[in-house]
């Protein structure tokens, strides 16, 4: 069975952590973006063919519409469609949970009972083994091996990869889904949970993916494949797995809760992981009496984060750091350790804020942990207030259904 990981002589991609860098990334691939659609689904040697943007977009250090644009400037819509679709899914995703919160709670439910759980031993030890790249099938340890070894996977990789997980080895799909949350630089509950979901046939109800050894060698580069062909006899002709289906989740947060008005005087500017990229924001105008970058420590190590990922994400709330202080003319701070509330309270106080303005997190960690921020804060006299980004109000009661018909709908917006 092969063992080494052996990345080949491209290496493993590298993934900007600042908002610099990542535009650079930008420019360089816009001039393969007119081949996206052909190439897209080819996993090659340091995955030349995507634009391995993904962590950028899911913490903004650049938005959505800035990678859909920048390739409108060489190509006509109709040959970057594939491309744009491909950004937005992220987007769509974030909506779509946003408005059915009840998913991510469900999805933690079952992940506690499963790490825990007596009856759950044998699903937790074979799904070690799978991590660990101890699985039958030589490219499926590959890919576990990529994973934990470059904190990424090609879009097609995960796909394969899910679906053996759950179809062939028949494990849950919640404990794959954390596998890859801790591991993936681009990993957002929204996009990793609900792939995980739609892989095992929950979120278009009975529709599963199945990875396939014509597929995999059809679409995987020699260079990787290789001699990495033990098992693939297992997705001769892969079946189903399917329990029971529950029914498709209702919206249950159509509205957002009001949010207090942002006062004129004693304001201050609290930035997080989950949006990077303040001096483009609603946050923007505002005249800050102090701004704090706080990393959400306490998440990290609750779902376990690897110490490459907690690195990453330091280097770009860094460069946020340094943005912010240059757009907003005011020194900031930097907090990456210790209790998220206590903290937002202790600098509230320092500052002698009355009010501390953030960007809207989307359902997940973060967005569980605001209860206890605003009681942190009311303690010292603050108040929280979230601002929305425009586009996000836009876009999300467009998610109410499934992704095509959320992009005819942002389509026909955007050309009206």
């Given amino acids: 069975m092969q063992t080494s990981l052996d990345l080949t002589s491209s290496g493993a991609p590298g993934f900007p952590s600042s908002r610099a860098g990542a535009l650079e990334r930008l ?142 080895e028949r494990l849950p799909w919640q404990l794959g889904a954390d596998f890859f949350y801790r591991h993936l630089l681009d990993a957002d509950p929204a996009s990793n949970t609900l792939s995980w979901r739609w892989v095992a046939g929950l979120q278009t109800p009975g529709k599963t993916y199945l990875p396939r050894r014509s597929n995999i060698e059809k679409y995987v580069d020699p260079e990787i494949l290789g001699s990495r062909t033990g098992g693939l006899e297992l997705l001769e002709q892969p079946e189903a797995f399917l329990g029971d289906v529950p029914p498709r989740p209702e919206v249950t947060q159509a509205t957002r809760p009001e949010e207090p008005a942002l006062e004129e005087d004693g304001v201050g500017i609290w930035i997080h992981e989950e949006d990077l990229l303040p001096e ?31 690195e990453w994400l330091r280097s770009a709330l860094a460069d946020a750091r340094i943005r912010a202080e240059r757009h907003f003319d005011t020194e900031a701070d930097l907090v990456t350790d210790g209790p998220l509330a206590e903290g937002l309270g202790a600098w509230a106080t320092r500052h002698g804020l009355r009010q501390v303005a953030a960007l809207r997190p989307e359902t997940g960690p973060l967005a569980d942990d605001l209860d206890g921020v605003r009681r942190a804060l009311a303690e010292c006299g603050a108040t929280l207030t979230l601002l929305d980004r425009p586009e996000d109000v836009a876009l999300r009661p467009l998610a109410t259904g499934g992704f095509f018909s959320f992009w005819k709908k942002f389509r026909s917006a955007s050309d009206a």
């Avoid at 995955?47 to 190509?75: F, W």
Wanted: aromatic share 12%.
């Fill in 27 to 168: 420019r360089e691939f816009v001039p393969r973006a007119g081949r996206y659609a052909r190439d897209r689904n080819k996993v090659l040697p340091g995955h030349p063919n995507v634009s391995r943007l993904s962590p950028a977009i899911r913490h903004r250090l650049i938005t959505e519409a800035e990678c859909a644009a920048a390739p409108l400037e060489r190509y006509a819509p109709s040959t970057v469609e594939k491309f744009t679709q491909e950004v937005y899914w992220r987007r769509y995703w974030k909506a779509w949970l946003s408005l059915r919160p009840q998913v991510w709670s469900g999805y933690l439910a079952d992940l506690e009972a499963l790490r825990h759980e007596p009856e759950f031993e044998d699903a937790r030890t074979r799904a070690a083994a799978c991590e660990a790249a101890r699985g039958p099938i030589d490219l499926m340890n590959y890919f576990a091996r990529e994973l934990v070894e470059t904190d990424y996977l090609h879009n097609h990789a995960r796909m394969w990869f899910a679906g053996w997980w759950v179809h062939v």
């Fill in 280 to 310: 483009e924001s609603p946050l923007a105008p505002i005249r800050p009496a102090a701004i704090q970058l706080a990393g959400h420590g306490e998440a990290w190590r609750r779902f376990r984060l690897p110490a490459r990922r907690e």
